[in-house]
């Protein structure tokens, strides 16, 4: 490509390149100032400046680099380097400043009009109406491929004239050099030159990395697939990312092509140029909580202020509410999807805030449907089954494209920040389970396959099923019953265990709740069943795990330092290295309860509370009274009075620890 302007559009341009200085150096003077102060001048440095701004104060401009942004945005630039220039001339002392050749003038849309659906379509709505405008794409990034160099731009000279004149290469075409026909010298007389040679040491290179984005599965239907596409980074832009990030990116829709070659069909991929690139790791919700809704939480605790666990109880009747009863999971859900508080120490050492949640159990007990409702709870989910994934769709797998291997996402890594659900759990092979240890744990996956090392962020609340192996004996410890070791048991905050044993009183209300649905939920108290609906439940989540952050109580460590003392001294040698992970789980757990009670501190009752989600698991000795079978834990119609009969019978097992008064374990969780 040549670039070459006619003399007619010359003015035009050099005004457009005026009125763009003068709008840079009215509302960005101090950006410019910071790069003009930078030391190293072959750096490439982003000018960002806001789309809304542009629009208020120059409509016009802000139209033509929407419409034409393959012609302005280098126009732009070129502006920002004569807005160097004034801005230099103005400087007095003039030695600490050094004028920078590559200053890239980036357009961030946020809060303008471009972010219509008309221009932020979602990746599979992209249409050839697209091309040639300024477009914005919205997705996560499954792959990203290594960093490249690249030609920019070369000059050649005319044998004949002398005319010298820059070519851009085809990015569409691979890059490729298309010198023009004759010489494109505007002199009086046309030169008609057609030999040219090639200008030594002209060559300015581009760093270049291509990625692959992918639209989020929370915003398709059933049925549907969700559409990728190429976007490709240049100069300040590249290793800005890396996959499993969420990001909004706005450049120009463009196609490679290949070349011509006969009987071969000429393929177009699309891809995006980008211009810039924000990532949204830290806004991954998009659920809107107005001030009225937070008035009808505070309200509503409020109401339930005396029987507090009644209204915890209304919450938790709101998850999955198509299955009956089933207390203890739903509460296991709903503390599973809230968490805990991330720990740091002081040497950097991170606990993990998020817990996990297994439910094993027998078919038709209702695992897969607590999967699906969670995931519609969660801002960000990624759904999977364990016969279906290998190791490298949970993780991260190496591909090669076009010669190149690139890094592709799995299900942990583009469920970062949110919820990861494996139903059919024990179908994965043991290989692949032992590749999630680490993401479960240190919420990290380290990569090192075809070369490419490196770490990803993998901050995941993983929420499994799987049913046991044959008839569930209960005199055999859960690894056997499972297939799954005791490791990756272990990494598990909750594991509950549903058996569908013969209970004639228990398949009768079954029986009469399906049946008879409709007429319960006529009877049922409609207050709560219309302020406790999927929305609702959704937005109290978001809004409880974003605003409090719970901390223990004098009582509450008591508490949970002497039940950790007594698992530990009823614990075998083996078992007692798995009861720090336990001492975690609980912290968490009461965190989370915290939180759902709408509290900013951690209380002994949210203690006792975690204290019967860990002793409702089957992977712990039941120390203290057994809640029971999971499957056929109800809802109590007074909650408060029940649990002020376990909460006496607890206190009173934890009485026969000596050192009650004593918090030794959570300083031994503190020094890890």
């Given amino acids: 490509m040549v670039t070459e302007m006619g003399t007619s559009s010359s003015s035009s341009t050099s005004d457009h390149i005026h009125a763009v200085g003068h709008f840079l150096l009215r509302h ?70 050094i004028l920078k050749d590559f200053v890239h003038v980036r357009i961030n849309i946020s809060g303008s009009p471009l972010e219509f659906p008309e221009t932020f379509p979602s990746i599979g709505r992209v249409r050839v109406k697209h091309r040639g405008i300024l477009l914005t794409l919205k997705g996560t990034v499954i792959r990203s491929g290594a960093i490249k160099m690249i030609e920019g731009e070369r000059e050649y000279q005319c044998r004949k004239c002398k005319h010298i004149f820059k070519i851009y290469p085809e990015l569409e075409t691979g890059n490729s ?31 270049y990395q291509e990625i692959k984005i992918q639209e989020s599965t929370q915003v398709l239907g059933v049925g549907s697939i969700p559409r990728s596409i190429t976007i490709i980074l240049k100069d300040d832009l590249v290793d800005m990312v890396k996959a499993g990030d969420d990001i909004i990116v706005t450049g120009v829709l463009s196609a490679k092509w290949s070349p011509d070659l006969k009987d071969v069909r000429c393929d177009l991929d699309p891809f995006l140029m980008a211009n810039h690139v924000r990532r949204t790791n830290e806004l991954k919700s998009d659920i809107d909580i107005p001030v009225d809704v937070v008035k009808k939480f505070e309200q509503f605790w409020l109401d339930f202020k005396d029987n507090p666990l009644k209204g915890r109880n209304a919450i938790l009747q709101g998850i999955c509410p198509q299955v009956f009863g ?8 709903a503390l599973t999807l809230i968490g805990g508080v991330q720990h740091i120490d002081a040497s950097g050492t991170k606990v993990r805030g998020e817990s996990h949640l297994l439910l094993v159990g027998d078919p038709g007990t209702g695992k897969s449907q607590f999967l699906k409702f969670a995931a519609k709870l969660s801002n960000r989910s990624v759904i ?15 591909v090669k494209d076009g010669g190149e291997w690139m890094l592709e996402a799995g299900a942990l890594v583009l469920a970062d920040g949110g919820l990861c659900c494996i139903d059919e759990f024990d179908s994965m092979r043991e290989h692949d389970r032992a590749t999630i240890h680490e993401a479960m744990e240190q919420q990290t996956i380290s990569i090192a396959k075809a070369g490419l090392v490196t770490t990803l962020s993998t901050r995941t609340i993983v929420f499994g099923a799987t049913n046991p192996k044959g008839q569930y004996d209960p005199n055999q410890p859960l690894s056997v019953n ?95 290295r798995t009861t720090v992970r336990m001492l975690e789980s609980l912290i968490r757990l009461a ?47 007074n909650p408060d009075q029940e649990f002020a009969k376990q909460e006496k019978v607890i206190l009173e097992k934890l009485k026969s620890i000596d050192d009650y008064s004593d918090s030794n374990g959570l300083e031994e969780l503190n020094c890890r």
């Avoid at 380097?81 to 400043?97: C, E, P, W, Y």
């Avoid at 002199?187 to 290179?205: D, K």
């Avoid at 019967?612 to 109800?634: F, K, P, Q, R, Y």
Wanted: glycine fraction near 4%; hydrophobic fraction near 40%.
């Fill in 384 to 398: 999977t089954t364990g016969l279906g994934s290998t190791s490298a769709g949970l993780t991260v797998t190496a």
């Fill in 28 to 97: 960005y003077s101090h950006p410019l100032r910071s790069i003009l102060l930078s030391p190293d001048p072959l750096l490439h440095y982003p000018l960002i400046i806001d789309f809304a701004e542009l629009t208020e104060a120059n409509p016009s401009l802000a139209y033509l680099l929407f419409s034409q942004p393959t012609q302005f945005l280098p126009l732009f630039d070129e502006a920002a380097h004569l807005a160097q220039d004034t801005m230099f001339k103005g400087i007095k002392d003039r030695n600490s400043v």
């Fill in 177 to 207: 050099i298309r010198l023009p026909t004759s010489c494109p010298s505007k002199g009086a007389r046309p030169c008609e030159g057609a030999n040219f040679q090639f200008v030594e040491n002209s060559i300015i290179c581009h760093d």
């Fill in 326 to 333: 089933l207390f203890t999971v739903k509460l296991a859900v």
């Fill in 482 to 576: 499972t297939t799954l070791s005791g490791p990756l048991l272990s990494r598990f905050d909750i594991v509950l265990v549903l058996l569908d044993t013969k209970n004639p009183e228990w398949d009768a209300i079954v029986s009469s709740h399906i049946l008879f649905e409709k007429e319960d939920t006529e009877k049922s108290d409609e207050d709560l069943t219309n302020v406790w609906t999927l929305p609702m439940v959704r937005r109290y989540i978001h809004y409880v795990k974003g605003y409090f952050k719970p901390v223990l109580t004098k009582e509450a460590k008591r508490v949970i330092s002497s039940y950790y003392q007594l698992q530990r001294r009823s614990a075998t040698e083996n078992a007692a």
């Fill in 591 to 637: 965190q989370a309860h915290a939180r759902l009670m709408f509290r900013n501190e951690v209380t002994r009752l949210d203690a006792i509370a975690a204290i019967l989600c860990i002793e409702s698991s089957m992977t712990t000795s039941a120390i203290v009274d057994s809640v029971g079978n999971a499957l056929h834990s109800h809802f109590t119609e």
